[in-house]
């Protein structure tokens, strides 16, 4: 599944090398549309970290692990892979921080 119904804003990076040289550290902003999805997609070999700013998001992963976060919350990630989904009536943004 693609990503659909979403924007994603870099608002920051900065480099870790020489501690961890080629990965960056990026702070983004995603805003989902109502029904917006980000598909399917790895943070195993680049940890993520989401804080909700409005809304709630529902992360999906293979086996049937589901969670919703409302504003406010935060969600760690080292999934081998998973799947936000957007149900809101208007558009919502999160931050993400990850390594990239």
């Known amino acids: 599944m693609d ?4 924007d994603a804003k870099v608002e920051s990076t900065i480099d870790l090398a020489p501690d961890m040289p080629g990965y960056q550290l990026r702070i983004r902003t995603i805003t989902f549309e109502p029904g917006g999805v980000a598909g399917f997609h790895s943070h195993k070999q680049r ?14 992963r293979q086996g049937g692990y589901s969670k919703t976060l409302g504003p406010a919350a935060s969600s760690p990630s080292r999934a081998t892979s998973s799947i936000g989904r957007r149900t809101a009536a208007a ?5 993400s921080a990850s390594t990239s």
């Open 3 to 6: 990503n659909k119904g979403l």
């Open 47 to 60: 940890p993520a970290f989401a804080y909700i700013l409005q809304g709630s998001l529902t992360e999906l």
């Open 91 to 95: 558009p919502r943004p999160c931050w």
